[in-house]
């Protein structure tokens, strides 16, 4: 029976691009046929985050939490490169590549068919995206590529901390809008739901299971029997989301494709960066592949929350950060696909 489960879960996560694709169109048809479910659905939202989504996110991420073992964090402080390589990509390099490309794109090569008053909008939407760095998602790219676990854990809570700080001076900068108000509760409520919750959870879980049986229980047969669940969780939130913004999306085909470019183009070089940089401090594998992970991908429930505060959910600039949602799966999912296929490039599998 294990071996069969085992096996399909296998196969599931072989052909993930195909299901992310039908999930995507299984969500657009329920917006534009169904439109009471997302409907009844966006009623359950506090500050502008969905809570449906939210409980989708945690499914996702709460089964890497419980594989977290606080005994290896403490050895983090030993091996630090990779954190710098995390914070120099996503702060120094990632906003201010991300309006350089969106602005060469929007302002000069698609100005044939974008209006000046559009393409300004798309560039604040493609600002947000690059100002937030992927917190909740990181955690299904780095199980989809062996990472490490309480590695990447430090790498995303730092890049947390580094939000509250460093998101709303940088979209100010880069978008020279003085104005700019980020909600900060939308901030604080997204850390904590799609952080902090699960991790709390997942160590309690790992606590309470070793001692009632024992660590290798817990290592080889517990945590087994929730694979799976955070590929379910990732196809779930597809299908949410792509509800939510089916209309818009259908009614914008070519502009879409025109907003994917530069967002697609941004991924990969991001990713390159921060990869080929660890790659170069002799970092092991399971660093190097969440490091660039988490540069490549966005923190998109932020992201999308913010421009929709600022500019309305039918704006342009709420449209471009749900393009960022559109491309981003397909993109990362073949990241990993990159990522597991040079891993033998590293002298180091693991730390």
Not at 331 to 339: F, P, T
């Amino acid at each position: 029976m294990e071996k069969t489960q085992k096996s399909f879960i296998n196969i599931f996560q072989r052909y993930l691009t195909i299901w992310v694709a039908l999930c995507m169109v299984a969500g657009v048809l329920i917006g534009k046929l169904l439109p009471q479910i997302p409907d009844f659905l966006n009623r359950f939202e506090y500050a502008r985050i969905s809570i449906p989504m939210a409980i989708l996110i945690w499914l996702m991420i709460y089964p890497m939490m419980m594989k977290v073992d606080f005994q290896s964090i403490r050895n983090i402080g030993k091996n630090p490169k990779g954190l710098f390589v995390t914070w120099v990509v996503n702060w120094l390099i990632k906003p201010f590549s991300m309006y350089g490309i969106a602005s060469l794109f929007f302002m000069v090569i698609f100005k044939t068919f974008i209006t000046p008053e559009l393409a300004t909008e798309y560039l604040a939407g493609a600002v947000l995206l690059g100002a937030a760095p992927c917190t909740a998602m990181v955690f299904v790219w780095s199980t989809l590529t062996k990472g490490n676990p309480a590695y990447t854990v430090v790498q995303v809570a730092t890049n947390d901390l580094i939000i509250l700080v460093a998101f709303v001076p940088i979209v100010k900068l880069l978008l020279g809008v003085s104005d700019v108000e980020v909600p900060m509760n939308t901030l604080f409520l997204s850390v904590i739901l799609f952080v902090v919750i699960p991790l709390v959870f997942g160590i309690a879980t790992r606590i309470i299971v070793t001692k009632a049986k024992s660590a290798d229980y817990f290592e080889n047969t517990f945590v087994h029997k929730f694979d799976g669940i955070t590929t379910i969780g990732l196809l779930l939130t597809l299908v949410l989301i792509f509800s939510f913004q089916g209309d818009v999306i259908l009614e914008n085909p070519l502009h879409i494709l025109l907003i994917a470019v530069p967002l697609v183009l941004q991924t990969f070089i991001i990713f390159a960066i921060a990869y080929i940089a660890c790659k170069m401090l002799k970092l092991p594998h399971d660093i190097a592949a969440p490091a660039g992970m988490i540069g490549a991908s966005n923190f998109f429930e932020l992201a999308v929350a913010v421009a929709v505060a600022l500019f309305g959910t039918s704006s342009p600039a709420a449209l471009a950060t749900t393009v960022g949602v559109l491309t981003e799966v397909p993109v990362m999912l073949l990241l990993c696909r990159i990522a597991n296929k040079t891993k033998g490039r590293f002298e180091n599998g693991k730390t």
